[in-house]
């Protein structure tokens, strides 16, 4: 079984995209013989993101870390005691291809790291930084990204390094970079780019929108 784990927290203005794109690749795969789950973590949410959620037939999972590192862990955990075998990450405020599932599965490694692009560029976000932000992001085979957003790991490499840590920020980082330690094998993949918010206002600090800020101050 696919488990497609998605953190949340406060994110009913975007939730719902994220969903139906999850839904279609999840309809997607199971045409290919795959059987799949999504379960979203609620961290701390104080709007309506578990309404969102139960409206697309969603399973949800409620804690209070303030945490992604521990949200990605829950919805991990909750995946592999229902017998998933592929973990699926992504966030909630991006949106999967169609093909995103069955591009994991075809890479044939136990680890993914997939790529993302800005779906739509914010005002404030001036086309000197989009022009410096794809001069500087390699979106082909063989990049070096690691993005929590579009990310897929076997139960078993999972595993092999305890899983993500309860880090505030970069527990994506630390799951990979144990894994290569280890030597386990992982594709780079620029096949199945997720569609991903470049919004001001990160949850997670140290995350992608605070990427971009950095690069507007350099502007």
């Given at each position: 079984?696919?488990?497609?784990?998605?953190p949340?927290?406060?994110?009913?203005?975007?939730?719902?995209?994220?969903?139906?794109?999850?839904?279609?690749?999840?309809?997607?795969?199971?045409?290919a013989?795959?059987?799949?789950?999504?379960?979203?973590?609620l961290?701390?949410?104080?709007?309506?993101?578990?309404?969102v959620?139960?409206?697309?037939?969603?399973?949800?999972?409620?804690?209070?870390?303030?945490?992604?590192?521990?949200?990605?862990?829950?919805?991990?955990?909750?995946?592999?005691?229902?017998?998933?075998?592929?973990?699926?990450c992504?966030?909630?405020?991006?949106?999967?291809?169609?093909?995103?599932?069955?591009?994991?599965?075809?890479?044939?490694?136990?680890?993914?790291?997939?790529?993302?692009?800005?779906?739509?560029?914010?005002?404030?976000?001036?086309?000197?930084?989009?022009?410096?932000y794809?001069?500087?992001?390699?979106?082909?085979?063989?990049?070096?990204h690691?993005?929590?957003?579009n990310?897929?790991?076997?139960?078993?490499?999972?595993?092999?390094?305890?899983?993500?840590?309860?880090?505030?920020?970069?527990?994506?980082v630390?799951?990979?970079?144990?894994?290569?330690?280890?030597?386990?094998?992982?594709?780079?993949?620029?096949?199945?780019?997720?569609?991903?918010?470049?919004?001001?206002?990160?949850?997670?600090?140290?995350?992608?929108?605070?990427?971009?800020?950095?690069?507007?101050?350099?502007?």
């Amino acid at each position: 079984m696919i488990g497609i784990v998605i953190p949340a927290h406060n994110e009913a203005r975007r939730l719902g995209r994220c969903l139906k794109a999850a839904l279609l690749a999840a309809r997607y795969a199971a045409d290919a013989g795959h059987r799949v789950e999504i379960v979203v973590v609620l961290d701390r949410c104080t709007d309506s993101t578990a309404a969102v959620a139960l409206r697309h037939g969603i399973e949800t999972v409620a804690i209070e870390a303030g945490n992604v590192g521990e949200a990605r862990r829950t919805g991990a955990a909750w995946m592999l005691d229902r017998g998933a075998t592929w973990l699926a990450c992504t966030d909630a405020d991006s949106q999967v291809p169609l093909h995103w599932l069955v591009s994991q599965l075809g890479c044939g490694t136990e680890v993914v790291c997939g790529t993302v692009h800005v779906q739509r560029w914010e005002p404030w976000q001036r086309a000197a930084l989009r022009r410096l932000y794809h001069s500087r992001y390699d979106d082909k085979d063989g990049h070096r990204h690691i993005h929590g957003a579009n990310l897929g790991v076997s139960a078993h490499a999972y595993a092999l390094v305890g899983g993500f840590k309860a880090l505030a920020a970069h527990e994506d980082v630390q799951l990979v970079r144990g894994l290569e330690a280890l030597g386990v094998a992982i594709s780079w993949s620029g096949q199945h780019s997720v569609a991903t918010s470049s919004r001001r206002e990160s949850r997670a600090r140290e995350g992608f929108g605070d990427y971009l800020a950095g690069l507007q101050k350099t502007l």
